[in-house]
């Protein structure tokens, strides 16, 4: 875990000191899970998720972004609508630490070299995310831990973002995680002998989603978006 986390960030160092202009910020927000327990809406935060984030603008209709994000995900039957889950009762929580690595683009020109003029777009990210969570299972009505485990999701965000500040960009985002596991939940256990233990649709992969806002600084050089 400290090597990967000392890779990224020498990742992103060796970036800044190229780049012509950077975005460095957080992002503060909430997390829900729409898996085989709990409720299924696909918008519903009920736990907390804090990251941060790098941004390097290579257009004002583009940019690298990279960022880690950690947050608690859980769900629990008794607040479903679903009858079958209502009556079941399960309920879980995993933790998902997640780094993640695409490109944002802009649905007009944010050119932050034009920094004394207001500026405001729409955006969307997609990239590829690699995440380390618990694999669960659930025996006797209670989830248990497994085994630390990790696998790759397909990030897909929606946002607006402004520069409110001369130096600042504000960002409102949600962002929904299509993974390659159906267990988060314990639904689905790789431990073969944990087999039985079973339940829910085994055909359909789990999906959490971050919904939050971004404030980013900006810094280094203005950008000058010309050909070579």
């Known amino acids: 875990m400290k090597k990967i986390l000392v890779l990224f960030f020498c990742f992103i160092f060796q970036n800044v000191m190229n780049a012509q202009i950077n975005e460095l910020g957080v992002f503060i927000g909430g997390s829900n899970f729409i898996g085989d327990v709990g409720k299924t809406n696909y918008v519903s935060p009920n736990e907390i998720a804090l990251g941060v984030l790098y941004k390097w603008n290579k ?119 299509y993974t390659f596991t159906d267990n988060l939940d314990g639904s689905l256990p790789k431990n073969q002998n944990l087999a039985p233990l079973q339940f829910g649709n085994i055909n359909s992969k789990d999906w959490y989603v971050f919904t939050g806002i971004t404030l980013t600084y900006t810094f280094t050089e203005k950008p000058c978006y010309c050909a070579n």
């Open 59 to 177: 257009s004002p209709r583009h940019s690298y972004r990279f960022s880690y994000t950690q947050s608690t995900i859980s769900g629990n039957d008794l607040d479903s609508e679903v009858l079958a889950r209502n009556s079941r009762g399960y309920q879980f929580k995993n933790s998902i630490k997640e780094f993640s690595a695409g490109m944002e683009f802009n649905f007009f020109d944010f050119n932050l070299h034009e920094i004394l003029q207001r500026k405001i777009t729409p955006y969307v990210y997609t990239g590829i995310s690699y995440f380390i969570y618990d694999e669960l299972y659930v025996i006797n009505g209670e989830t248990e831990k497994d085994y630390t485990a990790s696998t790759f999701a397909i990030p897909m965000i929606v946002g607006v973002k402004s520069n409110v500040f001369e130096n600042f960009v504000l960002g409102i985002e949600v962002g929904a995680r």
